[in-house]
C-alpha cells in the first residue's frame, strides 16, 4: 500500500504561482507512475500532468502545458507541481494520484489517492 498526502494549496491572485507537494509513503519504491487531477464544482475530475515514477518522462493537459511543472525528488519520494500564471480556471481541487503500473490520463487507473487540496485563483 502506498499513502499519500497533498500540501501546498491556498489562494492566489491571477497570474501568481504555487506549488504543491506530495508525499508518498508506504512502498514508493514501488510505484510506477504519479499524477496530478483536479475537479472543479460540478465538473468531473480532469487529467492535469503525469510523470513516469522512473522514466522521469512528463505528460501534460493541453490547457496547463507551459505553464505547469511536475517533477519528483531524487528520494522518488516526493512529487510536485509547479504552478505559474494561474488563471481562474484553474481553480478546483488538486489530488495527486499514484499506480503501480503505467495509467496514462485515467483516472480510473490510479489505484493511490490523496485527499485534495484547494487551489483558488483570484481576479
Known amino acids: 500500500q502506498v499513502q499519500l498526502v497533498e500540501s501546498g494549496g491556498g489562494l492566489v491572485q491571477d497570474g501568481g504561482s504555487l506549488r504543491l507537494s506530495c508525499v508518498a509513503s508506504?512502498?514508493?519504491?514501488?510505484?510506477?507512475?504519479m499524477a496530478w487531477f483536479r475537479e472543479a464544482p460540478g465538473k468531473e475530475r480532469e487529467f492535469v500532468a503525469n510523470l513516469g515514477w522512473q522514466s522521469n518522462v512528463p505528460l501534460y493537459a493541453d490547457s496547463v502545458k507551459g505553464r505547469f511543472t511536475i517533477s519528483r525528488d531524487n528520494t522518488k519520494t516526493t512529487f510536485y507541481l509547479q504552478m505559474n500564471s494561474l488563471e481562474r480556471r484553474d481553480t478546483a481541487t488538486y489530488y495527486c494520484?499514484?499506480?503501480?503500473?503505467?495509467?496514462?490520463?485515467?483516472?480510473?487507473?490510479?489505484?493511490?489517492w490523496g485527499q485534495g487540496t484547494q487551489v483558488t485563483v483570484s481576479s
Open positions: 508506504g512502498r514508493p519504491a514501488s510505484l510506477v507512475a
Open positions: 494520484a499514484a499506480s503501480l503500473y503505467y495509467a496514462g490520463v485515467d483516472y480510473s487507473h490510479y489505484a493511490f
